[in-house]
């Protein structure tokens, strides 16, 4: 089975610019989690998509958007980049995220540099 | 807020030593929490999960988990220059999202 693929694995933007990120999900994957890594720090939750819903988002303000789409991949965009914005974007996939048996797998995430 | 605490160290063992990474959680209603290994510059590694109290071993890998205390550990033995990456702590709690720890830098030394 193939695993979860993200593009691209690297971006370099200006501040005021705005980006899309992309993230296909593992095979018979239904939910797509979203997470930023700044340098030195845990992942930090951004959204998790369900079905092509938003169900659930941290505490990222609203120029942090995305969408899923009917095949289950997924789009993180972000609007007016800010030099903070800088960071290790990761995308995880599960089948139920909720329950104990579906951990997260991540894909090799996109290093987004802001200058 | 859920908070998970790990120290950053870095830690630093000899090869062959035994090498002990703690985390704290705040959240006593956490019911899954996982390790997870990240090289420098790569994404993050799922390696153990834990559900229930004691210890679950794999390979030279062995999590232990203690829900009173709200601490999960990681012990890794025979500790080997490849092991030298950061861990993740990582609690679940029902629905809500993963939260993850800071991580705590391993090196181990040859």
């Known amino acids: 089975e193939t695993g979860v693929t993200q593009s691209p694995t690297h971006l370099i933007k200006t501040r005021g610019q705005q980006v899309t990120l992309r993230c296909s999900s593992q095979?018979?994957?239904?939910?797509v989690s979203w997470y930023q890594q700044a340098l030195g720090q845990g992942p930090q939750f951004i959204f998790q998509?369900?079905?092509?819903?938003?169900?659930g988002r941290g505490n990222f303000p609203p120029r942090f958007s995305g969408l899923q789409f009917p095949n289950y991949s997924s789009e993180l965009n972000v609007n007016a980049l800010e030099l903070d914005d800088s960071a290790l974007y990761l995308c995880?996939?599960?089948?139920?995220?909720?329950?104990?048996?579906?951990?997260?797998?991540f894909g090799n995430g996109t290093r987004l540099t802001v200058t | 807020q859920k908070e998970v605490e790990q120290n950053s160290g870095p830690l630093s063992v000899p090869e062959g030593a035994i090498a002990s990474l703690n985390c704290t959680y705040s959240?006593?209603?956490?019911?899954?929490f996982f390790w997870y290994r990240q090289y420098s510059g790569k994404s993050p590694e799922l390696i153990m999960s834990?559900?229930?109290?004691g210890d679950k071993e794999d390979g030279r890998f062995t999590a232990q988990l203690n829900k009173a205390s709200q601490y999960v550990s990681l012990l890794i033995r025979d500790s080997q220059p490849s092991d030298s990456a950061t861990y993740l702590c990582?609690?679940?709690?029902?629905?809500?999202?993963?939260?993850f720890g800071k991580g705590t830098r391993l090196s181990v030394i040859a």
């Open positions: 995880a996939s599960s089948s139920n995220p909720g329950q104990r048996n579906s951990p997260l797998h």
């Open positions: 095979s018979g994957h239904n939910t």
């Open positions: 998509y369900y079905r092509e819903e938003e169900n």
């Open positions: 959240d006593r209603g956490s019911q899954s």
């Open positions: 834990i559900y229930s109290n």
């Open positions: 990582a609690v679940h709690s029902g629905n809500t999202p993963l939260v």
